[in-house]
């Protein structure tokens, strides 16, 4: 397994984990972690700390003498996830623009809860697509080195 593969999963599964911390507090923490409420608050801002720093030493890894360790595969396959990253942040802004278009036509007959519960499903939809793009561009490239393309 290449370095640049082993960068590839950690960041998928640090965005993995942010996506279901994300979705706990976001949506509500489920009534069997309850009595641990406080302790998933700082086990969230621990899995931060540590993904900072955890993404502060991968890259300060990659530099060896100010050169990155990355031959034409490696920067083909990353083209390849940003590449796909890209489509899924243009068709998520398409959808986005389409939301907020409805939005204003039913703005003018909608309940004021409705609105209050579209307004904040836009917040909730802009962080989902963040977690998204990131994890289809790393997804893109594990699934290139495990093919070897």
């Known amino acids: 397994m290449s370095r640049q593969e082993v960068y590839s999963w950690a960041s998928l ?7 279901v911390f994300y979705v706990a ?4 923490i489920p009534s069997v972690f309850e009595p641990f409420q406080e302790n998933l608050i700082q086990a969230l801002v621990i899995l931060i700390f540590v993904d900072v720093v955890f ?7 990659r530099y060896k003498g100010g050169r990155i360790e ?6 083909k396959i990353e083209a390849r996830g940003f590449k796909m990253a890209y489509y899924v942040f243009f068709v998520a802004v398409v959808v986005l623009v389409g ?10 007959f909608a309940s004021e809860e409705y609105l209050e ?6 917040l909730h939809y802009l962080v989902f697509v ?9 997804l893109t490239q594990l699934v290139y080195y495990r093919r070897g393309a």
Do not use: N, Y
Not at 25 to 28: R, S, T
């Open 13 to 19: 599964l640090s965005t993995l984990a942010f996506a």
């Open 55 to 61: 993404q502060v030493v991968i890259e300060l890894q």
């Open 130 to 138: 963040l977690i998204l793009g990131s994890g289809a561009k790393t």
């Open 25 to 28: 507090f976001a949506f509500g």
């Open 117 to 122: 519960l579209m307004k904040s499903i836009t």
């Open 70 to 75: 990355k031959d034409e595969r490696d920067e």
């Open 99 to 108: 939301h907020l278009f409805t939005l204003e036509v039913v703005e003018s």
